[in-house]
């Protein structure tokens, strides 16, 4: 599996700009969301194939999204997690330098400084 880049593509939507970013062979998947006048990036929908997980494509899409934001002029990166998943995803974005916000419903909010 190569490792060392993403294939990524922009396209617009209504009231903003969407980031996709896909491992190519479309083994890996994640979105941003990003409103033209905020600079503030909502992540979602990361998912990594189930049987090419714990290889580091996670982190490379992360990588990858959080860069492409930043180069984008976004400030900050948000995403939510719910309650109900595992321990090690939620500790895995804090030592990726995600910060709890707020927890709201069943989910916990996260927002990095990019």
């Known amino acids: 599996m190569k490792k060392d880049t993403c294939t990524y593509h922009y396209s617009k939507a209504f009231n903003g700009k969407y980031i996709r970013v896909m491992y190519d062979g479309g083994l890996g998947f994640v979105m941003c969301e990003t409103a033209d006048d905020s600079k503030d990036s909502y992540a979602s929908c990361l998912s990594v194939d189930e049987g090419h997980r714990k290889k580091g494509l996670g982190t490379l899409l992360m990588d990858t999204i959080e860069s492409t934001a930043r180069n984008e002029g976004m400030k900050t990166m948000?995403?939510?997690?719910?309650?109900?998943?595992?321990?090690?995803?939620?500790?895995?974005?804090?030592?990726?330098?995600?910060?709890?916000?707020?927890e709201e419903g069943k989910y916990i909010t996260y927002r990095k400084d990019l």
């Open 78 to 102: 948000t995403l939510d997690v719910e309650k109900e998943s595992a321990e090690w995803l939620r500790e895995w974005y804090v030592s990726r330098g995600y910060k709890k916000v707020k």
